[in-house]
């Protein structure tokens, strides 16, 4: 099979053309799921800086707000993608979420404890899932691990507020920059 | 030296390929997903799906999601590396 130059720069502009396509559709799709968490991270804690008391009900309604408007992106979505077994992984959320209601009954962490323990229970999950769905969620559940570890002993008058500022808003960030880059 | 691959070169064909090697390994693709990007029909895109499986570069899947049926399509490891062949094979024309 032979064909000219032209032909075979117009096939790579093609396939480049796709490539970027099915990026931006599958990268949009990802990329609102974790701009909601960063929206809904940056309320909970920032509000837990200023109204203590009740931390535990208003990050508990706001997490399943959070898992309603997940499963409404997943069924809304028109690009419809996954892997083997991809659907397991919203059990697994689910599953993960029984967990450390149970947890936190076992342990009742209080406090700041309680937040950084929540947190990095869902960033444990994040790398667990980056090492099968993308190296992207795995450096992101690392960062944002670090980050609350960081906040959590030098910062401990205003950890909440680092929570919302640093853990949301790098969740908000990489959604964002996932829609931004694929476009 | 890579060689061209006529069942990859045709256009929407050479578009299917290229959709499904983006969403990286063992990555599958929904039928009326993958027709709307590529703005193709239905029978248009079966068409070419057939010929694809015949080759072997890709595997569909169908199966049942909420009662309701769902067809998946993915690349198989032969159809990426052929793939990547005819990529191959299309930058050496270039250069």
């Given at each position: 099979m032979?064909i000219s130059?032209q032909?075979?720069?117009e096939?790579l502009?093609e396939?480049d053309?796709?490539?970027?396509q099915t990026?931006?559709a599958?990268?949009?799709?990802t990329g609102?799921?974790?701009?909601l968490w960063?929206?809904?991270w940056?309320?909970?804690?920032s509000?837990t800086?200023?109204f203590?008391?009740?931390s535990r009900?208003?990050?508990?309604?706001?997490?399943?707000?959070g898992f309603f408007?997940?499963?409404i992106?997943v069924r809304?979505?028109?690009?419809k993608f996954?892997r083997?077994g991809?659907?397991?992984?919203?059990l697994?959320?689910?599953i993960l979420f029984?967990?450390?209601?149970?947890?936190?009954g076992l342990?009742?962490?209080?406090?700041?404890?309680?937040?950084?323990?929540?947190?990095?229970?869902?960033m444990?999950a994040?790398?667990?899932?980056g090492?099968?769905l993308?190296?992207?969620?795995l450096w992101?559940g690392?960062?944002v691990t670090v980050l609350t570890?960081?906040?959590?002993?030098?910062?401990?008058m205003?950890?909440p507020l680092?929570m919302?500022i640093?853990?949301?808003?790098?969740?908000f960030l990489?959604?964002?920059?996932?829609?931004?880059s694929?476009? | 030296?890579?060689?061209?691959n006529?069942?990859?070169?045709?256009p929407?064909?050479l578009?299917?390929?290229?959709s499904?090697v983006a969403l990286?390994?063992?990555?599958?693709?929904?039928?009326?997903?993958?027709?709307?990007?590529?703005?193709l029909?239905d029978?248009?895109?079966g068409a070419h799906?057939?010929?694809?499986?015949a080759?072997?570069?890709?595997k569909?899947e169908?199966?049942?999601?909420?009662?309701?049926?769902?067809?998946l399509i993915?690349l198989t490891?032969?159809?990426?590396?052929e793939?990547e062949?005819?990529v191959?094979?299309?930058?050496?024309?270039?250069?």
């Amino acid at each position: 099979m032979n064909i000219s130059k032209q032909e075979a720069q117009e096939s790579l502009t093609e396939i480049d053309n796709a490539i970027s396509q099915t990026q931006k559709a599958a990268g949009h799709f990802t990329g609102y799921i974790l701009m909601l968490w960063g929206v809904i991270w940056a309320i909970g804690f920032s509000a837990t800086q200023f109204f203590p008391h009740g931390s535990r009900w208003f990050m508990l309604t706001l997490d399943t707000i959070g898992f309603f408007g997940t499963w409404i992106c997943v069924r809304k979505s028109n690009f419809k993608f996954g892997r083997p077994g991809g659907g397991r992984i919203g059990l697994a959320w689910m599953i993960l979420f029984g967990y450390m209601i149970l947890w936190g009954g076992l342990l009742q962490p209080s406090g700041h404890e309680s937040m950084a323990f929540y947190s990095t229970v869902c960033m444990c999950a994040y790398v667990m899932m980056g090492l099968w769905l993308s190296r992207f969620l795995l450096w992101l559940g690392l960062m944002v691990t670090v980050l609350t570890v960081a906040g959590f002993y030098l910062l401990p008058m205003w950890f909440p507020l680092w929570m919302g500022i640093t853990g949301g808003g790098a969740l908000f960030l990489s959604g964002l920059s996932i829609c931004r880059s694929w476009k | 030296m890579a060689e061209l691959n006529s069942t990859i070169h045709q256009p929407v064909r050479l578009q299917i390929m290229a959709s499904l090697v983006a969403l990286g390994n063992d990555a599958q693709l929904d039928f009326s997903s993958l027709g709307k990007l590529l703005k193709l029909t239905d029978g248009n895109l079966g068409a070419h799906l057939q010929t694809l499986e015949a080759a072997g570069y890709i595997k569909i899947e169908k199966k049942f999601v909420e009662r309701k049926p769902r067809t998946l399509i993915s690349l198989t490891r032969k159809g990426r590396y052929e793939f990547e062949e005819h990529v191959t094979a299309l930058k050496q024309i270039l250069n």
